[in-house]
């Protein structure tokens, strides 16, 4: 998902609907609150996005167990 976004992001008003489809679907599996799991979603693959980005691999190591203990510490 973190590489298909910036992709879907610039593509046709079809691929957006199948993306949004498959992100609904991910939203709704747990029949928790829609609100978290869009918070869950995001912070999941912004913090792959950001830990892709950086040259640093401490850095991108750094960044990806940070969103994992605080998404844990959710739980």
Known sequence: M????QEVARSTP???AAFEQGLENILSANGGERKEAI???SA???GV???RAVKDPRLSDE???SV????????
């Not at 973190?2 to 976004?5: P, R, V």
């Not at 994992?68 to 739980?75: E, P």
């Open 2 to 5: 973190a590489a298909l976004a």
């Open 14 to 16: 079809e691929l957006k």
């Open 39 to 41: 918070f869950r979603a």
């Open 44 to 46: 999941m693959v912004g």
């Open 49 to 51: 996005v950001l830990a």
């Open 63 to 65: 960044i990806l167990e």
């Open 68 to 75: 994992r203990q605080k998404l844990g510490a959710l739980s």
